[in-house]
T-cell receptor
Framework: GAGVSQSPSNKVTEKGKDVELRCDPISGHTALYWYRQSLGQGLEFLIYFQGNSAPDKSGLPSDRFSAERTGGSVSTLTIQRTQQEDSAVYLC??????????????FGPGTRLLVL | GENVGLHLPTLSVQEGDNSIINCAYSNSASDYFIWYKQESGKGPQFIIDIRSNMDKRQGQRVTVLLNKTVKHLSLQIAATQPGDSAVYFCAENIGGFQKLVFGTGTRLLVSP
């Protein structure tokens, strides 16, 4: 079956430009997560959506970062006025989702962002 | 800072050997742990998980051990194959909070 998909797979942008990264979760998964992975590092949590609840934005590094999830499915991560330190792989994951549950998160292939 | 860390950044083994990848965590409230495998250019792939009410769980060729006394987690891979070469991450989750906290990863290199 289809897994988590992300687009674009690669993005090169100039410093100061805005970028949008897209995530399509596994069908039926109500929970969606964004992580960032810098070169040679582990994954850093950014934001979590669960159903129609208010998202957990505690991991967003600055107000230049925002994310939306429309219709409880597709999500878009937006980075405004990109900086070189934003260069990283942005990974999206989804899980079945349930209150208080601990469920396996399945990851997409990531979007590799390079800010010149 | 990170709650989860790894002892060995790189582990080199011969094909057929058993591999052990270790992970230390510092948050005693963590109650769910996951191991992920990440191949170059791909997203992390789920391998195995374990809840804090268990100390051992086995999958196909993999075993996860949890020692809550010393806050230590390990992944054992039996009969390691070249296809097992990847970076392995442990991650922890605290009940009621859905985000995962990841370690920095261990690179496993399997020589034929």
């Amino acid at each position: 079956g289809a897994g988590v998909s992300q687009s674009p797979s690669n993005k090169v942008t100039e410093k100061g430009k805005d970028v949008e990264l897209r995530c399509d979760p596994i069908s039926g998964h109500t929970a969606l997560y964004w992580y960032r992975q810098s070169l040679g590092q582990g994954l850093e949590f950014l934001i979590y959506f669960q159903g129609n609840s208010a998202p957990d934005k505690s991991g967003l590094p600055s107000d230049r970062f925002s994310a939306e999830r429309t219709g409880g499915s597709v999500s878009t991560l937006t980075i405004q006025r990109t900086q070189q330190e934003d260069s990283a792989v942005y990974l999206c994951a989804s899980s079945l989702g349930s209150a208080g549950g601990q469920q396996t998160q399945y990851f997409g292939p990531g979007t590799r962002l390079l800010v010149l | 800072g990170e709650n989860v860390g790894l002892h060995l950044p790189t582990l080199s083994v011969q094909e057929g050997d058993n591999s052990i990848i270790n992970c230390a965590y510092s948050n005693s409230a963590s109650d769910y742990f996951i191991w992920y495998k990440q191949e170059s250019g791909k997203g992390p792939q789920f391998i195995i998980d374990i809840r804090s009410n268990m100390d051992k769980r086995q999958g196909q060729r993999v075993t996860v051990l949890l020692n809550k006394t010393v806050k230590h987690l390990s992944l054992q891979i039996a009969a390691t194959q070249p296809g097992d070469s990847a970076v392995y991450f442990c991650a922890e989750n605290i009940g009621g909070f859905q985000k995962l906290v990841f370690g920095t990863g261990t690179r496993l290199l399997v020589s034929p």
